[in-house]
């Protein structure tokens, strides 16, 4: 998404397979009254990894803790249904698209237990509808106050966001049904604005056709389009995901096959990290509020479908944090080259730790798994909606309640 200072300032101040691979098998409670498909929790059996050595009762306790606390602080009814309040980047308690997104993922992963998750989501799905942009995608930044776009200039869209609102509607599709033609005209629009010739994820719908935001590459979200929507080629935008990242990693981080915030010449055989100030200035050439996301999307990706691709990475990211934070969590930093060395220690941030989880899950890494799971308890930089709504969702996968749509 566009540039966020206040995410920033306040971290400182803190201190090629396809669809066609078996997907996880999952079990569920019968639909409750509510008419929940998949009530929470819906347990599943990964394809490849392990889980933490927590039972599955404790798993499932700890998101439900976690979720109460999130949903009280961060999902409020405005601007005519609900928003997720991102903290620090949008003004009048707003939201970006990125938050309205994690909030439609959130929700029908949780409802059965939250008795109220349909209309939560409907109401979510209103704001997304009622502040689209030109191509037809979620305007990036909304005054939760003004109920208007918040940021300068023409109002545009967030590639990330995007896939996460398309993720929520085919969630929430196979959850209560009554979504198809909101999903598949959404998707279309997707295709359409943030695809490149190529079949690589564009930064955002009016961006470049030559540039990449690796913390866009959702393997897991594209695999349940392709199955969900034949009409668009889904699998060719798996299939470039998966090269862009093979043709990165091998030449600037073939130890920790880790990713820059930013990619240009995407769409060519040689991508590269972008120039350290080209859109956010963290830098853009290393790890950064970003790519810490990495992780997480590798290893949910290799546990759900199996992929070699993804697994091989989230195991080499799992196996150098591990290495250069001593086997302590606390160590793992929001700013990281591509070497895997940290820089700027001083900023931290738990949206950089919880990740990591996910990936060391689909290393096969017992030990390192749950010391990352129990460390997800905590919150040890004060972080607000950036950090505490990745751990929802790391939460939800590590639990080993991440049901797909595709399955």
């Known amino acids: 998404m566009r540039d966020r200072p206040g995410r920033l300032a306040a971290a400182a101040a803190t201190a090629a397979v396809t669809v066609s691979l078996s997907v996880l098998v999952s079990t569920a409670s019968p639909a409750t009254a509510a008419g929940e498909n998949h009530p929470f929790p819906t347990h599943v059996t990964y394809r490849t990894g392990v889980v933490p050595s927590a039972s599955q009762a404790d798993r499932d306790a700890a998101v439900r803790k976690q979720y109460d606390s999130w949903k009280k602080a961060y999902l409020r009814a405005a601007c005519g249904g609900y928003l997720v309040y991102a903290t620090g980047d949008a003004p009048g308690k707003g939201t970006v698209s990125e938050a309205q997104g994690y909030g439609m993922n959130i929700v029908p992963l949780m409802a059965g237990y939250d008795t109220s998750a349909k209309a939560e989501f409907d109401g979510l799905w209103k704001v997304v509808k009622d502040h689209r942009d030109s191509k037809g995608m979620m305007q990036w930044k909304i005054d939760g106050s003004t109920c208007k776009y918040a940021d300068s200039g023409t109002p545009d869209a967030a590639t990330d966001g995007d896939l996460d609102i398309g993720y929520g509607l085919i969630l929430a599709d196979k ?41 866009d ?82 290893g949910t990706d290799a546990l759900v479908y199996g992929s070699p691709v993804t697994k091989n990475v989230a195991t080499k990211q799992s196996a150098s944090y591990k290495a250069k934070a001593g086997g302590n969590p606390a160590k793992i930093y929001p700013h990281t080259k591509l070497d895997g060395t940290p820089t700027q220690t001083g900023d931290q941030c738990e949206c950089a730790n919880d990740p990591v989880g996910v990936a060391a899950m689909a290393a096969g890494d017992q030990a390192w798994t749950d010391a990352l799971w129990k460390y997800l308890a905590t919150n040890p930089f004060g972080d607000t909606y950036y950090g505490e709504t990745i751990k929802m969702l790391v939460y939800i996968v590590m639990a080993g309640d991440y049901w797909t749509p595709a399955s």
């Open 217 to 298: 590459f959702m393997l897991d979200h594209l695999r349940a389009f392709a199955a969900y929507d034949s009409a668009h080629d889904w699998n060719k935008v798996v299939t470039r995901t998966e090269a862009v990242i093979q043709e990165f990693t091998a030449k600037y981080s073939p130890t920790a096959n880790l990713l820059s915030d930013f990619v240009v010449g995407a769409n060519g055989t040689s991508p590269k990290p972008a120039p350290a100030d080209y859109q956010e200035s963290q830098p853009d050439n290393i790890v950064g509020y970003n790519s810490v996301r990495v992780p997480w999307h590798m």
């Open 175 to 215: 959850q209560w049904g009554g979504y198809t033609a909101a999903a598949t005209d959404w998707l279309a629009k997707l295709y359409a604005a943030d695809v490149a010739p190529d079949g690589h994820l564009k930064c955002e719908d009016d961006g470049p056709d030559n540039d990449a935001r690796p913390s």
